[in-house]
């Protein structure tokens, strides 16, 4: 009688590799890219009112910011492969209730999606941290965003037109690639993640951890750059589509634009080559003033709508530049230890930001048009690039090169 061998590969995963990780990343791009530019559309008509949409973006942020904090929480309690699981299925459920088509399911979609997205970026980091060794995080950020740029490039404008075309359409192409997203995930065989040691005692609350990152400023200032790179996105991506209807432009153009820039995706590796001739330091405040620059001048220009756009996207080039190099100081500088409690301190960028520009937005609104929101995130950039000062001038190649691979 033979004995059956359980195949090599179920007996032994492989280790999870920076192009694994990129393809979770490229895949997520296909599930949130696609409706990018539907949701602030489709809420805008809904309401019809920008400080309305400002509002709701608002409390789905609030909710956002509190799912995140709790999630390293929930993982004493619950695997986090299965926390990162549900966060994809929220992603699926996001996408029918936006095909119910009523505003409260629209409302609800943009909810569940806002969810689901910091969810697993929170799980996604710390598999990161766990697996890819501090002088490959480079590398890996790179990998990322180039695997993400497809999806990031055609879903905005396709979305869009899809939507035009079959309300529903962008919503299933969404909610399908959560599903693929799913399954190569467990493919992966992620599991838990690496148990590096276990406290005497859990935290007494979720947010027992805020003093340890408050302690240590590099970790403050990573985290600071996040938010206000991603409140520049915010800016770009909802109010850009709501400036261009006001003016008499095409309904799609936030759409078009926002491919346009996520094109620039694809040089993600020539960027790294750029940031890694010079010090990180230089590269973060030579992002924040570029796009901190065109997004007030635009506000100069809106007079001119066509060239506001135009300045616009060359400062969203330079958002890019700050999504390869500006969370290198947060990500180099956290303890293994700590992996989970500060993946989910960093990802609590999205919800802050998500809560900072509609509520700066509500309060510019009452006073300025919609192009005044512009300059605001303008402002917001340079005090970044004050802020990067502070940043040690050899920081980024010297230490990447004395960090010992583990």
């Known amino acids: 009688m033979h004995e059956k061998r359980i195949p090599e590969w179920l007996r032994h995963a492989p280790a999870p590799s920076i192009r694994g990780f990129a393809t979770l990343a490229g895949l997520e791009a296909v599930v949130r890219g696609i409706l990018i530019s539907v949701f602030p559309l489709i809420l805008y008509r809904a309401v019809a009112d920008a400080q309305v949409v400002s509002a709701l973006y608002f409390g789905v942020g609030v909710l956002s910011l509190a799912v995140g904090l709790m999630v390293p929480f929930l993982i004493r309690f619950v695997p986090r492969r299965r926390v990162y699981s549900t966060g994809v299925l929220f992603y699926v459920a996001g996408a029918a209730l936006a095909i119910e088509g009523s505003a409260a399911g629209v409302v609800a979609a943009l909810a569940l999606n806002t969810v689901a997205t910091v969810t697993t970026f929170v799980c996604f980091n710390a598999y990161v941290l766990d697996y890819i060794a501090r002088i490959e995080l480079g590398r890996c950020e790179t990998s990322r965003m180039f695997y993400s740029a497809a999806g990031w490039t055609a879903g905005p404008v396709a979305g869009v037109a899809l939507m035009h075309w079959w309300p529903p359409a962008p919503f299933l192409i969404s ?62 991506i909802v109010y850009l589509p709501i400036f261009a209807v006001q003016s008499g432009l095409s309904g799609q153009l936030g759409g078009i634009v926002l491919s346009i820039t996520n094109a620039s995706l694809f040089a993600a590796p020539l960027i790294l080559k750029w940031m890694q001739r010079r010090p990180l330091r230089s590269a973060v405040r030579t992002g924040f003033a570029v796009a901190g620059t065109m997004f007030c001048l635009a506000t100069a220009v809106s007079g001119l709508p066509v060239l506001a756009v135009l300045v616009l996207m060359i400062g969203s080039f330079f958002l890019i530049v700050l999504d390869v190099c500006a969370g290198l100081p947060f990500l180099m500088a956290v303890k293994p230890s700590e992996r989970t409690e500060m993946s989910a301190i960093y990802s609590s960028y999205r919800d802050v930001s998500g809560i900072a520009t509609p509520g700066l937005a509500w309060l510019v609104l009452s006073v300025a048009p919609v192009a005044g929101i512009f300059a605001s995130g303008g402002l917001a950039m340079f005090l970044a690039y004050g802020i990067a000062r502070r940043l040690h001038p050899r920081l980024g190649q010297a230490r990447l090169a004395m960090q010992p691979a583990h």
């Open 175 to 236: 909610g399908g690639a959560a599903l693929v997203m799913l399954t190569v995930f467990w493919f992966m065989r992620l599991g838990n993640g690496k148990l590096i040691s276990r406290a005497r005692r859990a935290p007494p609350n979720p947010l027992a951890f805020l003093p340890r990152f408050f302690a240590q400023p590099r970790l403050v200032a990573g985290w600071l750059f996040a938010v206000i790179r991603s409140c520049g996105w915010w800016v770009y």
